[in-house]
């Protein structure tokens, strides 16, 4: 089973939508999908209970209070972390993960505070030990803004202890269409391809990384 988590300590930087999005790609491509909510604010859950009854199936984990129970067959598990994970909780939704992704809003307050949560985060390391594979991006970039340069450099020099970087794989536009697909209970990806070409072409090095053995503990890469 594959899991992934996606986390931040601070409130807003996309998580949810990032979640919501991953499990509607996944559902939508065929696959058998969790969508676990950790936040006691349940935005996904909330998502889920507007999604259509037509579109692919999501089975909703309200994991903050019940536990991350999934059917036997799930395939794909995708977490959706709360605000404010810190120590022991951050800890342990680490060690349920393979992998983690990081969304930072290029903001100056963003930018800090995702730097807190690295340096959290690798003294966590020996706590956590299974090796989670951990890959940022930026949301809500508008391309044009200095902030996404500074966002871009602070990323780009992320180092893992081992020296290993942690990957920084793509910008997610700020667009409408994010805040659509979340009134309607569905994601990007099952919207038109027509109207989302530009909004789905960023996400591809995030999918790709995903889909390749660099995103799961256990490879050598
Ligand atoms: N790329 C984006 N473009 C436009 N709006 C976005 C984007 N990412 C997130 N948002 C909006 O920003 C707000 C916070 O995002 P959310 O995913 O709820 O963050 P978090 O779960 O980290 O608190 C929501 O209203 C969401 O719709
Ligand atoms: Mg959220």
Known sequence: MR?????????????????????????????????????????????????????????????????????????????DAPASSHGDALAALLRRAQTAIVPVVPSALDIRAAQRLFAEMRELRPLVRNDVRIATIANRVRESARQTEDLEDFLMDLKLPSGRRFPFLTW?????????????????????PLATTADREYWQPLLRWLASPRSVPGDAA
């Open 3 to 79: 899991t992934i988590l996606v986390v931040n300590a601070k409130g807003g930087s996309g998580k949810t939508t990032l979640a919501t999005t991953l499990a509607g790609y996944y559902a939508a491509e065929g696959a058998r999908v969790a969508l676990a909510d950790f936040d006691p604010q349940g935005s996904s859950i909330d998502w889920l209970r507007v999604r259509p009854d037509s579109a692919p199936k999501i089975h909703g984990v309200e994991a903050h209070a019940r536990g991350l129970r999934v059917p036997r067959s799930t395939e794909i598990v995708v977490m």
């Open 172 to 192: 997610i536009r700020q667009s409408n269409h994010y805040l659509k697909a979340a009134e309607k209970g569905l994601s990007i990806f099952e919207f038109s």
